[in-house]
């Protein structure tokens, strides 16, 4: 394997190059990668063990970036890495409620939030115009008491909440 899921050293950032490779997560396949697919991103931003394994599938030439170049290039804060479906989420058929209104201070709290969040920092680099179009698609969701929202472990995050009240 390239990558092994729960390894603590994810220092690399890969593009393939040549051949092709499976991404495999809890040990099951759940996609395919070839010619300038990338893989390795998510440890790269946010410091956290690998997510996936991957496994040539033939043999592979990749192009690789370390944590310290692409710390070094800067390009922590000006690249973003869409969601794939293989390393979790994207999968599944998402619904999106239609946004709701929000008070000045709702929007205050809500902007608070998403900039003091380290982990979402460290993927995306958020400006003002990006928290505006975020707080624009959000919706108000009630949630009873014992409800289980997120479950650690769960590779489909395919909701980001903000806890109001």
Known sequence: ????????????????KDGGAKVEIDGKDVAELKVGDYFGETSLLRDEPRTATIR?????????????????????AKLEFPKRGAVGGGLRKVSAKPPTDKSSAQKTLIR?????????????????QKINQMI????????????KIITQ?????????????
Do not use: H, P
Not at 1 to 16: K, L, N, P, R, S
Not at 113 to 124: D, G, K, M, P
Not at 153 to 165: S, T
């Open 56 to 76: 040539t599938t033939s043999r592979v030439t990749c192009y690789t970036v370390t944590r310290k170049q692409f710390s070094d290039l800067g390009l922590n």
């Open 112 to 128: 608070t939030a998403l900039r003091a969040n380290n982990n979402l920092n460290n993927v995306v680099q958020l400006d003002d």
């Open 153 to 165: 472990g769960d590779l489909n995050a395919d909701y980001f909440y903000i806890v109001m009240d």
């Open 136 to 147: 624009e698609v959000m919706w108000e969701e009630d949630v009873a008491a014992g409800t």
């Open 1 to 16: 394997a390239i990558i092994t899921q729960g390894d603590e050293e994810g220092d690399t950032f890969y593009v393939i």
